[in-house]
């Protein structure tokens, strides 16, 4: 039987351990990347059962891979987490929120 998989886009190496690690313990398979680019090939490739995105990557804010997500992959179930002490725009936000991306963390 296949895991199933989930895709952590964050480029923070101590967060991504910890996400990792929960995933585990809750019997998924794991990816993870920190570059939007990054992010668009492997979305290419495969559909991941959950995606949990970061708000900003290394290379650039993620709304525009939220939305991306939305057209390739509309099953996928979805979380977002903003960064403490950085600013975001409430239209970057809406946006991430109307990909279906649920509860903001951090």
Request: net charge negative; hydrophobic share 40%; proline share 5%.
């Amino acid at each position: 039987m296949r895991k199933p998989l989930a895709l952590i886009f964050e480029d923070e190496p101590m967060i991504v351990i910890d996400i990792e690690a929960s995933l585990r313990e809750a019997g998924f398979a794991g990816a993870s990347e920190s570059s939007c680019n990054r992010a668009r090939q492997i979305l290419a490739l495969v559909e991941p059962d959950v995606v949990i995105l970061d708000v900003l990557l290394q290379d650039c804010i993620s709304s525009s891979v939220a939305e991306e997500l939305v057209d390739t992959v509309p099953r996928t179930s979805r979380a977002a987490v903003r960064p403490q002490g950085r600013y975001f725009c409430r239209e970057t936000c809406r946006r991430i929120r109307a990909c279906g991306f649920g509860g903001f963390h951090g």
